[in-house]
């Protein structure tokens, strides 16, 4: 066989292992610019695979803030803005509020959502904003070199401002997201969590947080417990290994009693 | 429900009460905000024409329901006002001081990313907490705040009447040419009771809101996908390159100045807002006795109304500024007359020594207080 033909052959190959994308991701901006093993297009496909089934393309408004969520801006062919970071929950709010019948997402880092942003956060809750967020715990700061993050856990050296770990008595408790909102007993909001290393239960839950905003019930929220190997420092075994232990600090998480 | 009468005759209103009036018949629907004095009233007022949130009033202009929502802070308040710009409605805040420096954060996403976000700037005194009462020390920080290069618009009413007409203006000069756009007005100004006409609006002047995300292309099947962080120098730096060519295009529409008594004056007042009231009735005294002495006021004080001031100040023997505050005002006039008189002259270095030789500029900067007309008068004779 001529090198061309074989070539051609490998072509067409890896043009079959190409992964199946939901229709509304953008292919054209493919492929992305998250690092390879990131936890982040494994949340972005589950959410894109539930714009598709749901057929909400056209009334959807996908608001991101800065940190790794930045590099989603033009991920999907869906309406799009970046906002300051800590500050996409208040932007879905002004939204909704203006446009009752679109539907919204405020998709953040857990710095955004939980450092800088957390007034926001328990404030929307409060409030029963009829948005759906969606909030990817890496358990450190992504985008700016892997510092650590409300979510930093004292068994986890990986992070440049605590080198050796969070010392509780120095740096301060991590946060639980989830567990945290869901105490502030409002009734009737979907708040869960979930993980990427189960696609189909994490799509899942984004499907039914988003569909309580559809039904108009109210507050909805996810937190992804996600992959970053590149600040966890990890290969792909380790990766993976590292999110099981992170589970049993973050476990997956709903609470149905509040829904009616 | 109190609910602004269409009346043409005067009505004696308080300023910020006048304010929420003039959003309301520039077709606002949506108010974002959080409590501060003294621009509390703008909020309270609002509310009060929205009624029953469950069964809310409808805007004049557009027939849709109004609402508002009180938030956490003035940063999330800020930002919801960008994400209802979005949704395209005309939206709206009110705030001051420490508030206004919160919501810089917002203001200047809207500056990156276009949105013709309105805020009522009502200025209380200066240096942080400060004073509740009045000032006109959020200038710099109003036309300038934010990382970026001040695309935005900055109006500075001077009486009643025109906090009322410029506020209307100001909804729509922001959404015909989407530059986050501001009414600086101030305490005294918020606070103040007077007559004042409230008018309908001229629809010729209406611009109409329209979505910028879920908008017309959504409908073609484009989508829409923005941010406001990148990644390359040279990106960035085009698109600011950009931005400022508009600017400079839609600033000759946009700048706004007036002149008082100015053509035959040798002495030139520069002063804005609720000061340039002053400056006028200490000018009207000051003429009674002889002296030929007029005013030019900026209107928009960003952007400056370039060919107007540079026309304006040549030939004058001597130029006064009058502020309530440390020449933040001055420093915007003079940084035009730097680049505008004497960059872009033919002889730079002749321009500048002629305009030196011949005109006396002075200032009277009068930080957190307010300025009266026989101050001003006895400023301008006192002249060693
Ligand atoms: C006001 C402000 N403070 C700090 C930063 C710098 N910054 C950018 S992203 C980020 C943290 C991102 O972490 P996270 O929200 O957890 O998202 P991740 O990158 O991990 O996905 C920080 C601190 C910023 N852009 N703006
Ligand atoms: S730094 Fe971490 S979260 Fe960000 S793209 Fe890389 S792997 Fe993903």
Not at chain 1, 81 to 104: C, D, E, L, M, Y
Request: hydrophobic share 35%.
């Amino acid at each position: 066989m001529s090198l061309q033909n074989t070539l051609k052959q490998n072509i067409n190959k890896t043009q079959q292992l190409q992964p199946i994308l939901p229709e509304c991701v953008n292919l054209s901006t493919k492929p992305h610019s998250f690092c390879p093993g990131c936890g982040h297009p494994i949340v972005l496909n589950a959410l894109g695979s539930v714009i598709d089934k749901l057929g909400i393309k056209n009334e959807t408004v996908f608001l991101i803030d800065i940190g790794c969520s930045l590099l989603a801006w033009n991920y999907f062919d869906v309406d799009t803005t970046q906002t300051h970071h800590g500050r996409t929950i208040p932007v879905a709010t002004g939204f909704k509020r203006a446009n009752p019948n679109s539907i919204v997402i405020a998709y953040l880092g857990d710095g955004g959502g939980y450092a800088i942003g957390l007034q926001h956060l328990i404030h929307a809750t409060l409030r029963n904003e009829a948005i759906t967020t969606i909030i990817v715990n890496n358990l450190n700061y992504g985008m700016t070199g892997g510092q650590m993050a409300p979510t930093t856990i004292s068994d986890q050296p990986e992070t440049t401002t605590a080198p050796l770990g969070r010392d509780r008595k120095y740096h301060g408790n991590p946060i639980n997201g989830p567990e945290m909102l869901n105490n502030l007993g409002i009734e009737n909001q979907f708040i869960a969590r979930s993980a990427v290393n189960n696609p189909i239960q994490l799509q899942m839950t984004i499907q039914r947080a988003i569909m309580h905003q559809i039904d108009n019930k109210g507050f909805s929220f996810v937190e992804a417990l996600s992959y970053c190997p590149t600040n966890w420092k990890t290969n792909a075994q380790e990766t993976i290994q590292s999110l099981e232990k992170f589970k049993k600090y973050y476990p997956n998480f709903e609470d149905t009693h509040k829904i009616k | 429900m109190k609910e602004p009468s269409q009346k043409k005759e005067k009505q004696f209103l308080q300023g910020n009460v006048i304010s929420a009036y003039a959003a309301l018949n520039a077709g606002a629907t949506n108010f974002f905000g959080y409590p501060i004095t003294p621009s509390s009233e703008i909020f309270e007022t609002w509310v009060e024409l929205t009624g029953d949130p469950d069964k809310p009033h409808k805007s004049p202009i557009t027939n849709e329901p109004i609402g508002y929502l009180q938030l956490e802070d003035e940063m999330a308040s800020g930002f919801a006002v960008t994400g209802a710009c979005l949704a395209g409605k005309k939206a709206f805040t009110a705030t001051a001081g420490p508030g206004n420096i919160l919501m810089q954060d917002a203001f200047s996403a809207a500056e990156a990313l276009r949105i013709p976000t309105v805020a009522l700037i009502v200025q209380r005194g200066g240096l942080s907490t400060s004073t509740v009462i009045y000032s006109q020390e959020e200038v710099t920080l109003t036309c300038f705040g934010g990382n970026g290069e001040g695309f935005r618009i900055v109006y500075s009413p001077s009486g009643l009447q025109e906090v009322y007409n410029y506020t209307i203006k100001a909804f729509n000069t922001a959404w015909k040419y989407r530059y986050p756009t501001f009414v600086l007005s101030d305490g005294y100004q918020g606070k103040m009771q007077g007559e004042v006409v409230i008018k309908e609006m001229n629809k010729n002047f209406y611009t109409k809101p329209s979505p910028i995300l879920l908008g017309e292309n959504r409908k073609k099947g484009i989508s829409t996908n923005m941010r406001n962080c990148y990644d390359q120098e040279e990106e960035m730096n085009e698109i600011i390159n950009n931005y400022q060519k508009d600017f400079e295009r839609d600033s000759l529409e946009i700048a706004e100045s007036e002149t008082y008594k100015a053509k035959d004056a040798d002495v030139l007042i520069i002063a804005h807002g609720i000061v340039a009231t002053a400056a006028k009735d200490a000018i009207n005294s000051l003429r009674k006795e002889g002296m030929k002495i007029g005013l030019w006021r900026p209107i928009t004080l960003r952007p400056l109304d370039r060919h107007s001031l540079l026309k304006n100040i040549s030939h004058k023997k001597q130029i006064i500024y009058v502020e309530s505050a440390l020449g933040q005002m001055a420093r915007l006039i003079n940084d035009e007359i730097v680049s505008g008189l004497f960059k872009r002259s033919t002889d730079t270095d002749t321009a500048r020594n002629n305009f030196k030789k011949n005109t006396q500029i002075r200032e009277m900067f009068r930080p957190a207080i307010g300025i009266t007309p026989e101050e001003i008068v006895k400023f301008v004779q006192n002249n060693e």
